[in-house]
């Protein structure tokens, strides 16, 4: 995984946007009534593709911006607490790792699209925005979990190592016919 700032940026940058793609993808085919069809997401269509990389391409900006200022820090406290990477199994200890981040970046981002969408947008008064906020959580606290640990988070995974390939050390004689 990332080996230093730079790598660590791209990695963060590749996450902000596999998040960010898909919740923009649920929340505009939850936007446009897919679910209230017969079939529900089933019936989604292409049209929800545009819309929702249009968003995605400023809302990976404020997940990559609040994930460095306090998301990835309370999901590392989070793992922290409930693993022991001397006794638990690794992937078990990245898992609680996505959990508390996911835990702490669904109330952000819903706090930061209600506010977007709904107050500043669609001119709902600023009065209701815990309403607004609470009803965000609670339909995108589930799609966000799932979509973390089984798309996002391994798609970065397997993606980050094919862009930063380990160097590996030249064999001694190449090395002493340089010399």
Do not use: H
């Not at 406290?77 to 409930?82: D, E, I, L, S």
């Not at 709904?118 to 009065?127: D, E, I, R």
């Amino acid at each position: 995984m990332p080996k230093t700032k730079g790598q660590g940026i791209v990695y963060g940058l590749l996450m902000s946007y596999a998040m960010a793609i898909g919740m923009e993808i649920y929340n505009i085919a939850v936007k446009m009534g897919f679910p209230l069809n017969p079939g529900g997401l089933s019936t989604m269509t292409n049209a929800v593709f545009p819309a929702a990389l249009l968003e995605a391409s400023y809302m990976g900006l404020f997940v990559f911006l609040f994930s460095n200022l306090w998301g990835n820090r309370f999901g590392a406290a989070f793992a922290a607490r409930v693993t022991n990477p001397e006794r638990d199994n690794p992937y078990f200890c990245i898992l609680m790792r996505q959990a508390g981040t996911v835990a702490v970046m669904c109330p952000t981002m819903s706090l930061v699209a209600s506010i977007l969408f709904n107050v500043l947008l669609a001119k709902q008064p600023v009065t209701q925005l815990p309403a607004i906020w609470v009803g965000t959580v609670l339909k995108n606290f589930p799609m966000a979990f799932f979509w973390n640990m089984f798309a996002a988070a391994p798609f970065c995974r397997w993606l980050f190592p094919k862009l930063f390939p380990a160097k590996t050390p030249a064999p001694e004689s190449a090395m002493a016919q340089k010399a």
